[in-house]
């Protein structure tokens, strides 16, 4: 099972951090994917960790404003995000799959239930 949180109503230029707390399963073996979605369009891989070694990757619409990074004593993965823009906001999603991580949704086999993320002034 995976929840997210911290989603919620920021101004552009703002920051928020999302966190996925994981449960249910072998945590320390699963990369963790964060994607998003805007109603009538295909879902958008975000950013992912790895379980293997701690590699990460970034959508080129979100590198150098977004830090995916994990906890793996709290079994939580964090989506920090800095820089925000209007056309980031969408439903966030993390996503679990076991071994090296991806940018493709339908590599993940675990989902959470998304939380909303809203960029407007």
């Known amino acids: 099972q995976l929840v997210e949180s911290g989603g919620g109503l920021v101004q552009p230029g703002g920051s928020l951090r999302l966190s996925c707390v994981a449960s249910?399963?072998?945590?320390?073996?699963?990369?963790i994917g964060w994607f998003r979605q805007v109603p009538g369009k295909e879902r958008e891989g975000v950013s992912y960790?790895?379980?293997?070694?701690?590699?990460?990757d970034y959508a080129d619409s979100v590198k150098g404003r977004f830090t995916i990074s994990r906890d793996n004593a709290k079994k939580t993965v964090f989506l920090q995000m800095n820089s925000l823009k209007p056309d980031d906001t969408a439903v966030y999603y993390c996503?679990?799959?076991?071994?090296?991580?991806?940018?493709?949704?339908?590599?993940?086999?675990?989902w959470g239930q998304g939380t909303q993320v809203t960029v407007s002034s």
């Open positions: 960790i790895s379980a293997n070694d701690g590699s990460t």
């Open positions: 996503a679990a799959r076991r071994g090296w991580g991806a940018l493709l949704d339908f590599l993940y086999d675990t």
């Open positions: 249910g399963f072998n945590y320390d073996y699963y990369a």
